[in-house]
């Protein structure tokens, strides 16, 4: 691959520094935390490159030592970060959360990323060009939630046009980002100018079966409904594949959303069939699931190649557990099939 070819998936969002406890509890209990980083879009980036494709995140961070943690921690994963800017008047985003599953109550998260560096982005401080220089440009809503400008840069880059990349969008509806209560409908409409299209049932416009959610979504070419442990839904034109997703021993439901956006798309870019786009989505995701951090390793291509092409019955039963994606089977546990 030389500097001339484009990127594989360029994904534009922010983010942040993320201090994981030392121990479960509440936050005013929790004596120390441990640094982390992360960020839907830039999740997606690294899994990418980690799986060996062609990755450039965008972004903007503050100048400060937080700046320089995510910049060098996102790199370090393979991924181009030449086009992330530095903003001297504003801080790079944190947060913190508690060893609880953030899918639940049973959690705690404090945000400390308003009036961040990356809620400043527009259209008039973006490299455009920069951010369409890939086969895929990936964006997820809570950018367009982040400010008015973010909002305005992320309807620029799904605006139809001559020599736009494929859009993947990931809706990622979180309520508590918006300024006011038209987060919905504004995630609605910029899901119809996308390409390919993640939602989770839960936040699907308040439509519970995949089908009615592509009847009220049916500008993109291809929609991806999320089903949570039940499996997902992928929509190619108007037709429709199933895949249930594999039993997991979760460790910790954080960033296993941006896994199965990675994990499709690195099977979309390989041209693979709906059901194994699927596959390994899942795949992704529970690797993602048995790790307590939001990012994790994907599982080696020949080895989530093999787990992809064993029969239905075969998947059915599968059963992944920390370390799943290289550990040595123990005495007395089921062997992961293989076909």
Not at 21 to 33: E, I, K, Q, T, Y
Request: proline fraction near 7%; charge should be negative; aromatic fraction near 6%.
């Amino acid at each position: 691959m030389t500097d001339h070819e484009p990127f594989d998936v360029v994904a534009l969002g922010e983010s942040m520094v993320t201090f994981l406890p030392s121990r479960p509890g509440r936050l005013a209990d929790v004596p120390a935390f441990a640094r982390g980083i992360g960020g839907a879009e830039s999740n997606v980036a690294c899994a990418l490159a980690a799986a060996g494709h062609r990755a450039r995140w965008v972004s903007r961070v503050g100048a400060d030592g937080f700046g320089d943690h995510l910049v060098a921690a996102v790199a370090a994963y393979g991924v181009d970060v030449s086009s992330v800017a530095r903003d001297p008047a504003r801080p790079t985003g944190v947060y913190f959360r508690t060893a609880g599953d953030r899918a639940t109550d049973a959690h705690e998260v404090a945000y400390y990323r308003a009036g961040s560096a990356a809620s400043a982005m527009a259209p008039g401080n973006v490299d455009l060009a920069a951010v369409r220089a890939g086969r895929v440009l990936h964006l997820s809503g809570i950018t367009a939630a982040l400010s008015d400008g973010c909002l305005e840069l992320v309807r620029e880059l799904t605006r139809p046009g001559r020599g736009r990349p494929l859009v993947s969008f990931d809706v990622n509806h979180r309520p508590g980002l918006w300024r006011d209560g038209d987060g919905a409908a504004v995630l609605r409409d910029l899901a119809r100018r996308a390409d390919l299209v993640f939602v989770g049932a839960d936040e699907a416009w308040g439509y519970d079966d995949p089908r009615a959610v592509r009847a009220a979504l049916p500008e993109p070419e291809v929609l991806v409904v999320k089903q949570g442990p039940a499996g997902a839904t992928a929509f190619h034109g108007a037709d429709a594949t199933f895949v249930p997703a594999p039993a997991v021993d979760v460790v910790a439901a954080v960033g296993a959303g941006d896994a199965f956006a990675a994990g499709f798309l690195s099977a979309t870019l390989r041209g693979l069939p709906p059901r194994d786009r699927l596959r390994h989505g899942h795949l992704w995701a529970a690797a993602a699931l048995t790790v307590p951090g939001d990012l994790a390793a994907p599982p080696a291509r020949d080895h989530a190649d093999r787990l992809c092409a064993v029969d239905d019955a075969t998947w059915g039963r599968l059963r992944l557990a920390p370390g799943w994606t290289g550990r040595v089977r123990q005495p007395g546990e089921e062997e992961v099939p293989t076909p």
